[in-house]
């Protein structure tokens, strides 16, 4: 039994991490991008940065830039669900062989 709440906590934590993880790299990068704007000399080269990072999360969001990341996050949180449960499978799989 113990076994299994392992399991299950690692792959909890494995689908918080990896939903969290782009929507704080995306965030990040926007956060940071703004505060270079603040500065003399890097505004027109951090005007258009942005705006084309707002369009390619509207693409996946049908129109909305908020929705296109909760889309990548919820795919990268599935993706992390799937190689935790295959990293676990693979250590069972050798548990057994040895």
């Known amino acids: 039994m113990t076994l ?4 299950l906590r690692s792959l909890l934590l494995t689908i918080v991490f990896s939903f969290i993880a782009p929507m704080l790299l995306i965030g990040g990068l926007l956060l940071l991008l703004s505060f270079i704007n603040h500065i003399p000399g890097l505004q027109g080269v951090t005007d258009e940065i942005p705006t084309q990072i707002m369009h390619f999360l509207a693409t ?3 129109g909305n830039p908020l929705h296109g990341m909760f889309v990548i996050a919820l795919t990268c949180g599935f993706v992390g669900a799937l190689f935790d449960m295959y990293v676990y499978y693979r250590c069972q799989i050798l548990r057994i062989d040895s």
């Open 60 to 62: 996946f969001g049908s």
């Open 4 to 7: 299994f709440t392992n399991f």
